[in-house]
């Protein structure tokens, strides 16, 4: 799957599914989410869109490491998806640290026939509101689709625009910080990554 650079508007609308992230590296949980969102939501594209650097969080390793890595994976998992399934490039052409905000307004006025519905982890409902940069905004305008992690327990209050993706939901308890800790102390990843990834990280010398 190649980065999508493209910015002209669709002559249809189309719902579209942002999956924002590091990234670094991808691993199974997120492959899994993807997954999850294939079966339990209908939509027409599922956008990944690694990020840059963000106010809360250093990421360090360059986009460019990072989309190659995810094309590996999209390519083993979802090569023949029936909903493509594709990397966006929007949040890593933009100079400056990355919000949510910034790529909602940035989206919207690239493809303003298209329904973007931003794909969470149903731990993160709780911050949005408080936490994030303009986070009540996103809280009353944004899509939301969230995957209710099990025993994840999710606010009785939800925001105004949200689906919630639980139907059979498989969850791994893994992190990109916990595989890069295990990377630093010698072992390969597997079976938390893919063994091309892997191999692309040694032979990148990546996370040592």
């Known amino acids: 799957m190649s980065t999508k650079k493209n910015k002209k508007t669709h ?32 939509c027409d594209e599922i956008w990944v869109m690694p990020s840059s650097e963000r106010r809360d969080k250093h990421i360090g390793t360059s986009g460019k490491h990072r989309v190659k890595m995810l094309n590996i994976l999209i390519k083993e998992f979802f090569e023949h998806s029936k909903i493509p399934v594709k990397i966006i490039a929007l949040e890593l052409d933009r100079p400056g640290l990355t919000t949510t905000y910034d790529t909602k307004t940035e989206l919207e006025r690239l493809y303003p026939k298209n329904g973007f519905y931003f794909l969470i982890g149903s731990e ?38 949200i689906k919630l993706a639980d139907k059979d939901i498989v969850w791994v308890n893994i992190s990109s910080t916990i595989i890069r800790n295990f990377i630093k102390k010698g072992y390969s990843g597997i079976p938390y990554l893919l063994p091309k990834i892997s191999a692309y990280i040694k032979k990148n010398g990546l996370y040592r």
């Open 124 to 161: 993160l409902l709780w911050d949005i509101r408080y936490g994030w940069v303009r986070g009540n905004e996103l809280w009353n305008s944004a899509n939301f689709l969230a995957i209710r992690k099990p025993e994840t327990k999710v606010p009785n209050k939800l925001p105004p625009n």
């Open 11 to 42: 002559p249809t609308a189309r719902r579209v599914v942002i999956y924002g992230g590091s990234f670094n590296p991808p691993h199974i949980g997120h492959a899994i989410a993807v997954e999850a969102v294939l079966r339990n939501f209908k």
